[in-house]
């Protein structure tokens, strides 16, 4: 829907070739939307080219075509990028100089449970359960062709329950209390959708506007620069490295599975290997 069709939805299946691919790979990865952000990373468009090779192969599949056109295409190869994480003091301090910000909530949840920006951005009142200390992802919102676009995770493993400790229930009771009294002040132009991240009329705010908060909070603190999204890196790092056990990262991250996290976590392990071979050890033999 967003990147597929708007490109190639009026082509006709017989004018489907191997360069006409090729150059859709290459519009995405430059094509500027209209907000004037840089095309999509070389792993979005490997995951929409293989969306388009799914579809042709499910034709063939079922008779609807001969053969798959695009069989031969590869998709483009996604470049690895150095993982930037906060240490525990660091991200300590950013929560500490940003606890009387608006979205202090939105930080402390990015900080210690690991939520994608999307996510976050789409979290409303009704997926969360103060009772109960739970808060569930179901819905998400992200910038589609410089308009933010209401979407569900990607991956039935991105559907998922989180626990909220006391601290953050009591940062989800501040602001339910702030948007409370918003909404009386603001009255009929109070824009009643639920949201967490939004503003003082109750209007969510855009995920690219969190994202240069984020950058702003980041360079008052005085800490290393770090993209919003690292905040994610962090969380898992930290909780891996506090022996926190891989499969209960991979769920809480939403991983389809504990080899995700293992790759994508790799670094963290050997520390962690040598500290459980030390700690087994002074049990057995100390």
């Keep these: 829907d967003h990147w597929i069709i708007p490109h190639l939805g009026g082509l006709p ?8 691919v090729v150059s859709f790979m290459a ?7 209209s907000n004037g952000r840089n095309g999509l990373s070389a792993r979005t468009v490997q995951l929409t080219v293989g969306v388009l090779k799914s579809a042709c192969a499910f034709a063939v599949q079922t008779e609807m075509i001969g053969r798959n056109p695009i069989a031969g295409v590869r998709r483009p190869r996604s470049e690895t990028k150095t993982m930037k994480v906060w240490t525990a003091d660091e991200a300590r301090r950013f929560l500490e100089a940003t606890r009387e910000d608006r979205l ?7 900080l210690t449970r690991g939520l994608r920006r999307g ?8 997926a969360v359960d103060l009772e109960a200390g739970t808060l569930r992802i179901e819905a998400t919102r992200t910038i589609v ?16 329950s989180i626990s909220l400790d006391a601290h953050l229930i009591s940062l989800l009771r501040t602001l339910k209390a702030r948007q409370a009294a918003e909404r009386l002040v603001a009255g009929g132009s109070y824009a009643d959708e639920g949201y967490l991240v939004a503003d003082e009329l109750g209007r969510p705010y855009r995920p690219d506007t969190i994202s240069g908060w984020f950058d702003v909070k980041v360079k008052e ?5 770090v993209r919003l999204h690292d905040c994610r890196h962090t969380a898992a790092s930290l909780m891996l490295a506090a022996g926190v056990p891989v499969k209960v ?3 809480m991250l939403g991983h389809a599975g504990v080899a995700v996290t293992l790759s994508v976590y790799a ?3 050997p520390g962690m290997a040598e500290e459980a071979g030390a700690a087994l050890s002074a049990s057995l033999l100390g």
Aim: proline residues 7%; positive net charge.
């Design 27 to 33: 519009a995405l990865r430059s094509e500027k939307s």
């Design 221 to 225: 603190a005085g800490l290393p620069r």
């Design 267 to 269: 670094h963290v392990m």
């Design 13 to 20: 299946v017989a004018s489907l070739t191997p360069s006409v």
């Design 104 to 110: 202090a909530f939105a930080w402390a949840l990015l």
């Design 249 to 251: 990262v991979s769920e």
């Design 119 to 126: 996510e976050l951005c789409g979290l409303t009142w009704g």
């Design 145 to 160: 062709n410089g308009a933010a676009v209401p979407s569900r995770p990607k991956t039935a493993a991105g559907l998922r």
